[in-house]
């Protein structure tokens, strides 16, 4: 069935986005996967990236761009879930509560949560974080292909063999890695298929987070299993 919508730059620009959103495309793979001659590819490909409907990942390609991400949470029962849990985990721990999703090269701030009094660790929903320190970004990272992960592991505050750790142990804490005097604990939310679709974390001051208690890994590990099971 024809799905031309008599509007050719529309038509046109539907079909890059279909082909990014499926894998990464250099330009090069975006003319063959859409059939639009490359002039026009890239023009295209440009002006969505201004407008962050498209990004570069670290190889240089075509992917969805943080802003589709944000209209996407924006919609997403996914997101009314993840601000249930994020107060949920305020109340029960005393500290700042999040979800993060990757996208593109950082992380998105779905929900959070701040305790009424204290030191707070203000994370704005909607806010585009960076993958190369905090919790959050080792639980986002650890479980990636070790060529996606090698990418972000150029730059990062963390090694590959901490995330070797964070594999193991189920969850990642860092100390003044993002912010200084902030300490956070992340752990991951698994899909059925068994891949790591956000992070959900606690972040606050050092002297509350800096040897993670057994309670707090616990209810952190609840609200993932919770935030993927509602």
């Known amino acids: 069935?024809?799905?031309?919508?008599?509007?050719?730059?529309?038509?046109?620009?539907?079909?890059?986005l279909d082909a990014v959103s499926s894998s990464p495309r250099s330009l090069a793979e975006l003319v063959e996967a859409t059939g639009i001659p490359r002039?026009?590819?890239h023009r295209l490909a440009v002006a969505l990236e201004q407008h962050q409907?498209?990004?570069?990942?670290?190889?240089?390609?075509?992917?969805?761009?943080?802003?589709?991400?944000?209209?996407?949470?924006?919609?997403?029962?996914?997101?009314?879930?993840?601000e249930d849990i994020v107060i949920s985990l305020r109340d029960e721990t005393g500290v700042s509560a999040q979800?993060?999703?990757r996208a593109g090269d950082r992380r998105l701030c779905l929900a959070a949560a701040e305790p009424a009094a204290g030191l707070r660790d203000t994370v704005p929903v909607g806010a585009l974080l960076?993958?190369?320190?905090?919790?959050?970004?080792?639980v986002l990272v650890a479980w990636l292909p070790d060529h996606d992960a090698a990418g972000f592991l150029?730059?990062?505050?963390?090694?590959?063999h901490d995330l070797q750790k964070?594999?193991?142990?189920g969850w990642a804490h860092s100390m003044a890695q993002r912010?200084?005097?902030?300490?956070?604990?992340?752990?991951?939310?698994?899909n059925a298929s068994g891949e790591v679709i956000a992070a959900v974390s606690l972040s606050g001051p050092v002297d509350r987070l800096s040897r993670p208690t057994a309670a707090q890994r616990q209810a952190l590990a609840k609200a993932a299993v919770r935030l993927v099971k509602a």
């Open 1 to 16: 069935m024809d799905k031309s919508s008599g509007v050719g730059v529309i038509d046109k620009t539907v079909a890059v």
């Open 39 to 41: 002039p026009t590819a």
């Open 53 to 82: 409907l498209l990004e570069r990942d670290l190889d240089g390609r075509f992917v969805i761009g943080t802003r589709t991400a944000l209209w996407a949470a924006q919609v997403d029962t996914f997101r009314t879930r993840a």
């Open 99 to 101: 979800v993060y999703r």
């Open 130 to 138: 960076t993958m190369s320190a905090g919790s959050a970004a080792q």
């Open 154 to 160: 150029e730059q990062a505050a963390y090694t590959a």
């Open 166 to 169: 964070v594999r193991g142990r």
């Open 179 to 190: 912010e200084p005097g902030v300490a956070s604990l992340s752990v991951p939310a698994f």
